[in-house]
């Protein structure tokens, strides 16, 4: 418990230090924390599907892999 006393200050200083000096400034917007633009509706559906499309097609790719080994 001593420990956790001294250390948890000089550990909540430091992460808070690192947050601010990151150069990310989101300022409430939404959606400013995500890697992608959400202000296009077309490229963002694009970047959607191609993403959802890759997880989804995986499965079956990896099927027809094993059944055309010989």
């Known amino acids: 418990m001593v420990f956790a006393s001294r250390v948890g200050p000089g550990v909540r200083s430091l992460m808070t230090t690192a947050v601010k000096s990151s150069g990310h400034d989101f300022g409430g917007v939404p ?34 892999h094993q059944l055309l080994k010989n």
């Open 31 to 64: 959606g400013g924390n995500l890697p992608f633009d959400t202000r296009s509706p077309r490229k963002l559906a694009i970047i959607m599907g191609a993403f959802l499309g890759s997880g989804f097609s995986i499965p079956f790719l990896l099927l027809r």
